[in-house]
């Protein structure tokens, strides 16, 4: 917007961004080019992919073809921490939006802290949660119980991801800048077994019940040491139905948050 010669008001809430192993498809590559971001992929924010592994109803691993590169696995916040300090002459409110109120001439965004602001026209960018309905369509109650491991100093792990189909979901496991390693269980929030939330004990039970996943992060000296309760993080797709109403138009997990 602003290399278009308009004047963006950025209004997001300063707060720290949970890191759970996302990955940055090839094809966003152009997009970071156009915008001078590319370098911004370096060893803090970005961890180049080398491939993709999978165990489906027995031991053995497979390793998927694929007609394009893995992409990066990056680190959210440290990436968009980059992006915004880039972000030069572009007015930044540090406030989060909870509503929003259609006018003939734009819209008007309520902000947390009493505030009203008019626009002539809004992104909306606020993910799965979306303060701007769009008839959103919901399959599923897909979640994941993940956690994040500081590696060993002398670790040495393939930058690949891996994933294990086991009865209830299954387990992804995917490296992370800075030498760290996420883990998680992708299944129904129904499934999820009672107080997993406040037992890391119960999460630990069920990654040593698969057989790839386990040997990955025991071969990466992990889990050591008693296991601290789970993340629990939506994972379900949903898709707006209506990508642009009116002034608003919706991107990002906004308008479509897939799972595969």
Not at 74 to 83: H, P, Q, S, V
Not at 180 to 197: E, K, V, W, Y
Request: glycine share 8%; net charge negative; hydrophobic share 40%.
């Amino acid at each position: 917007l602003s290399l278009s010669g308009h004047d963006p008001l950025l209004i997001a809430p300063d707060h720290k961004i949970p890191n759970r192993g996302e990955t940055l498809s090839p094809e966003s590559l152009p997009i970071l080019e156009k915008l001078d971001w590319s370098h911004l992929l370096d060893d803090k924010t970005a961890l180049a992919g080398e491939d993709r592994f999978s165990v489906w109803g027995d031991p053995a691993l497979r390793r998927s073809p694929s007609v394009e590169p893995p992409g990066h696995h990056i680190d959210r916040a440290a990436l968009e921490t980059e992006m915004a300090y880039t972000l030069s002459g572009v007015e930044h409110l540090f406030a989060k939006a909870t509503g929003i109120e259609h006018r003939p001439d734009g819209v008007a965004i309520k902000l947390d802290d009493g505030q009203t602001i008019e626009a002539p026209a809004l992104i909306d960018c606020t993910g799965r949660t979306a303060i701007t309905s769009g008839n959103r369509r919901r399959t599923g109650n897909l979640v994941c119980a993940w956690q994040v491991f500081d590696l060993p100093g002398d670790a040495e792990t393939l930058a690949a991801t891996l994933i294990e189909a086991v009865e209830t979901g299954w387990w992804y496991a995917s490296p992370m800048p800075g030498n760290r390693l996420m883990a998680g269980l992708f299944t129904d929030s129904d499934l999820l077994p009672h107080d997993i939330s406040r037992d890391g004990a119960i999460w630990a039970q069920l990654l040593a019940g698969t057989d790839a996943t386990h040997k990955r992060l025991e071969s990466l000296g992990l889990p050591g040491k008693p296991i601290p309760p789970p993340q629990i993080a939506p994972a379900t797709t949903i898709v707006s139905e209506n990508l642009l109403q009116a002034r608003i138009l919706r991107a990002g997990d906004a308008a479509a948050a897939l799972t595969a």
